[in-house]
């Protein structure tokens, strides 16, 4: 007894000797853990910490997403990354909804990120947390059935300088500045500034496919206690890669796209419970592109007359998007009730389309279709209620009333979701939900839908999730299961969109494992598989190896990013092994130099890209084998 | 037995790393300031401590209250805390009530206070002024004169 007392004593003593400095490591520690933000309510999360985007390398945000389970991240036809389901690839995704704090980016005409957003930055990025859930029932935003939440540096945190900088040996440089202060009567800023050269080559057929091209971002923060004001600009000039060229090599073209937004959150009542948010973005984008071999323009051409075929094609488009949303929680010991309503104004103006075709005729376009504008109004609810210490019960309500100028109906929505939250005890956690949503065809969808078929419809997506978590020591075990079910899939043959006919159902189980060495070294393990009731043309199953850590002034990692090979068309796409390793060395606490080496082994994941009304495929590589130097500067 | 209580939290701070889910709001980066502001605190005054922060939250109010004998009267505490952006609440500082900020310009700029918790670079940082301590004839323990600017 006397000896536990004395070694308790002792311990307490040595813990003392510098408590004050040990506590400020774990302070900042905590922070670079990034969980002040976890809404487990929302769905099955996902994080990237601070602390893991530093040990990591990561630079964009697709470092990041190109190792999420039951997700395939690809190069669409205009040499732009974009993200697909499990087992399937699209051309431009509307499943997934984007946020850079309160604001969802996603564009007014496709409802994809992928031209304007795609490869953010993390430079300016504090953390992201991606969900497996419907983000609608929260924020009010359009519908989806992953989200990703990506939460800007504080200036709070920062209130100082940051120049950072890439070269790869393969895919460009990069150049950002961040700059934040604060103020004494308790605003703040944040300000960042990036300029990206893209470079991206590959041959098919013996001709060069580009798309080198120059991306930049601006981005503001302005803030106090209860007002939060977000600007966003970014710019992207890029080449058109295979394009819409008939036969994957257009002679010429180039792709341009510029977007804007503002939001503005506003926290009301003493103990911020009413919150109002509104927003404004607008989107211009211009498409060339030459081809002699003619240009896929779904709506332009008649399949029975083949001079139809536009072989010179140029557009430039503007869409708007204005939000209001505001919502009142209510909150008790067991209950928290959130009601909300938004209301989103979409316009889509054609500012010049012009056509030629195989007889030489140029045609001046207007739009290919009268819809136009669209008035999304929302009523939304969530309620949780603690039924027990141990069990949360979470329920969500939301009515969509979607209001259209004309050629498709006016249609409302109704949205559901229950779930709930068990910890019987520390080390044990389950979580479940069922989901009830609907995607609405976007204008893009509308613009190239296949020719004479019925309107097209709002894809209906029904989904069961199960999670569950045990901890032990410094382990951490997860297994996830979903059961998916879409009617009225929206798929787009070579001829246009269409709605499936018949109910499209996909499994998914991810197995995943934590270990953690220390608070710096980290071992994670995943592990995914899938099925999918159509015929699969993108990969199935996957995982990843990682390992981070840290000696004194040294950061290093490791990770090795599986997906599995599948046949399409007689195309054998092979397994891909994207193996990274790269390190740290910290100067000094301002100033870091690193190395990092990409796809070592050269076996990427391929894209399928198509030919002739897709009558023939053919797959490239998505990534090349890199070699990467940065620095980055805090003064 | 404060100090045994603190000791035992940090060694199970080094290892509770993993969580299932965080089904409550987290609450840890304001319990590490509450124990960085009473370390402080403690260091400062030779007295048993009552806590004032003007406006202060509900979750705030239930991590705080741990470690402090908390006030909503400024006059009756004997350590101020401004985490938010106030105007100085209406009771002077002396040398039995002293005034701690969050924002480092504020520290510079009001004589009231007399060091200040900030963020700074993504790092936590306290500075407290010398000539400040000395008008109120403060000594720090000596794992604290790290933390002392000459102005």
Not at chain 1, 386 to 413: G, H, P, S, W
Not at chain 1, 593 to 606: E, V
Request: with cysteine.
């Amino acid at each position: 007894m006397f000896r536990t007392i004395l070694m308790l004593g002792l311990m307490s003593r040595l813990l003392f000797a510098d408590t004050i400095d040990t506590l400020l490591e774990e302070y900042q520690s905590t922070a670079e853990n990034s969980l002040q933000t976890i809404n487990e309510k929302i769905g099955h999360v996902v994080i990237y910490s601070q602390k893991e985007i530093r040990l990591m390398q990561y630079r964009t945000l697709n470092d990041i997403l190109k190792e999420l389970p039951l997700f395939n991240i690809n190069t669409n036809q205009f040499g732009l990354t974009n993200y697909s389901l499990t087992g399937s690839k699209t051309t431009t995704s509307g499943f997934f909804r984007f946020f850079i704090n309160d604001h969802e980016i996603s564009s007014g005409y496709d409802q994809s990120t992928s031209l304007s957003w795609s490869d953010l930055p993390l430079d300016f990025v504090d953390h992201v947390e991606i969900y497996y859930g419907e983000s609608s029932f929260s924020f009010g935003n359009e519908t989806g059935i992953y989200f990703v939440r990506i939460y800007t540096k504080s200036a709070l945190k920062e209130d100082g300088s940051e120049i950072a900088t890439w070269f790869s040996s393969k895919t460009g440089h990069s150049q950002s500045i961040t700059n934040s202060q604060i103020f004494e009567n308790g605003w703040s800023y944040l300000l960042f500034a990036n300029q990206e050269k893209i470079k991206k080559k590959t041959l098919y057929n013996q001709q060069k496919l580009t798309s080198n091209g120059t991306k930049h971002y601006l981005f503001a923060d302005i803030s106090n206690e209860t007002s939060k004001i977000n600007l966003g600009y970014t710019d992207i000039t890029k080449g058109n890669y295979t394009g819409l060229a008939l036969d994957a090599t257009p002679n010429d073209g180039e792709n341009i796209s510029k977007d804007f937004f503002l939001n503005y959150t506003h926290f009301l009542l003493e103990d911020k419970s009413l919150k109002a948010n509104f927003s404004f973005d607008v989107n211009e984008r211009s498409y060339e592109e030459i081809n002699d071999q003619g240009i896929n323009i779904t709506p332009l051409i008649t399949l029975s007359m083949p001079w139809s075929i536009p072989k010179n094609f140029e557009e430039d488009l503007r869409f708007t998007k204005s939000n209001a949303y505001v919502s009142k929680s209510f909150e008790s010991d067991k209950n928290a009730l959130i009601l909300a309503l938004n209301v989103k104004h979409k316009t889509y103006d054609v500012l010049k389309r012009k056509s030629t075709n195989f007889l030489n005729q140029t045609n001046e376009i207007d739009h290919y279709n009268s819809f136009k504008r669209e008035t999304i109004s929302s009523v939304l609810l969530q309620e949780s209620y603690q039924l027990k210490e141990d069990l949360l019960v979470v329920a969500n309500a939301k009515i969509d009333y979607y209001d259209r100028n004309a050629y498709l109906k006016d249609t409302d929505e109704k949205l559901l979701r229950i779930g709930a939250i068990y910890t019987p005890t520390p080390h044990f956690g389950f979580k479940a939900f069922y989901t009830q949503t609907a995607l609405p065809p976007s204008f893009y969808n509308v613009d190239y839908t296949k020719k004479n078929a019925v309107n097209l419809k709002s894809q209906r997506y029904n989904f069961y999730t199960l999670e569950a978590v045990y901890t032990e020591g410094n382990s951490k075990f997860g297994l996830t299961f979903d059961h998916v079910e879409i009617d009225d899939f929206l798929y787009q043959t070579p001829i246009g969109f269409v709605n499936i006919d018949h109910t499209i159902k996909t499994d998914g189980l991810i197995f995943d494992y934590e270990y953690s060495f220390s608070k710096r070294d980290k071992l994670h393990l995943n592990y995914y598989t899938s099925t999918l009731s159509e015929q699969i043309n993108n990969s199935t199953k996957g995982g990843f190896i990682k390992l981070m850590g840290g000696y004194q002034k040294f950061d290093y990692f490791t990770s090795l990013i599986y997906r599995n090979g599948y046949d399409y068309l007689g195309l054998d796409i092979p397994d891909s092994f994207d193996v990274s390793l790269g390190a740290t060395y910290h100067v000094t606490k301002d100033l870091s130099y690193s190395l990092k080496a990409s796809n070592i082994l050269n076996k990427s994941t391929q894209s399928l890209y198509f030919t002739n009304f897709g009558s023939n495929a053919f797959a490239l590589d998505d990534n090349d084998r890199s070699i990467t130097f940065s620095f980055k500067w805090v003064f | 037995m404060k100090a045994l209580y603190l000791s035992l939290t940090l060694l199970h701070l080094c290892y509770a790393e993993h969580y299932t889910f965080l089904v409550q709001p987290y609450s840890k980066e304001i319990e590490l300031e509450a124990k960085i502001i009473y370390e402080i605190a403690s260091a400062s005054l030779k007295e048993d401590i009552t806590l004032f922060i003007p406006n202060i939250s509900s979750m705030e109010e239930k991590v705080y209250t741990n470690y402090f004998t908390l006030t909503q009267e400024c006059e009756k505490a004997n350590f101020i805390f401004i985490n938010k952006t106030e105007e100085m609440p209406p009771c002077p500082s002396t040398k039995k009530r002293l005034f701690f900020t969050n924002n480092y310009r504020k520290l510079l700029s009001n004589k009231h206070f007399f060091g200040a918790l900030f963020w700074n670079k993504s790092r936590p940082n306290i500075v407290f002024s010398q000539k400040r301590l000395e008008e109120k004839a403060m000594t720090l323990p000596q794992n604290f004169h790290q933390f002392i600017e000459n102005f």
